[in-house]
């Protein structure tokens, strides 16, 4: 399924990288429900222990928002520095 395969590898995040839920509610004008779907469909996200808060992606949040699903492999495969990725970085003013 291809679910599955989008989130079979995590996103690697740096600090920099993460925002909270309400945070990406707030950037996306999305209801939390879509953003917690999202995160849940496309491997956006973290929970390090149950309970704990979700950490999102930023840049992959992005890349989702915005339907560019190739970008968002890419960043999962660790590229942070090819055009289509470092673009989402750069639009969101964070270091690739």
Same mark, same amino acid.
């Given at each position: *399924? *291809?679910?599955?395969?989008l989130?079979?590898?995590?996103? =690697?995040m740096?600090?920099?990288d993460?925002?909270a839920?309400k945070?990406a509610v707030d ?8 953003i917690r779907?999202w995160c849940r469909? !496309?491997g956006?996200a973290?929970q390090t222990t149950?309970?704990?808060?979700l950490e ?5 949040l992005? *890349?989702?928002?915005?339907?560019? %699903?190739?970008?968002l492999? *890419? ?7 090819s055009?289509q990725?470092?673009? !989402? %970085?750069?639009? =969101?003013?964070l270091p690739?």
């Amino acid at each position: *399924m *291809m679910e599955e395969r989008l989130r079979a590898v995590p996103i =690697l995040m740096r600090r920099p990288d993460i925002v909270a839920l309400k945070t990406a509610v707030d950037r996306t004008g999305k209801s939390e429900r879509t953003i917690r779907n999202w995160c849940r469909v !496309y491997g956006i996200a973290r929970q390090t222990t149950p309970g704990a808060p979700l950490e999102i992606s930023a840049p992959a949040l992005e *890349m989702v928002l915005h339907g560019d %699903f190739k970008a968002l492999e *890419m960043l999962r495969g660790g590229d942070r520095n090819s055009l289509q990725v470092k673009r !989402y %970085f750069d639009h =969101l003013g964070l270091p690739a």
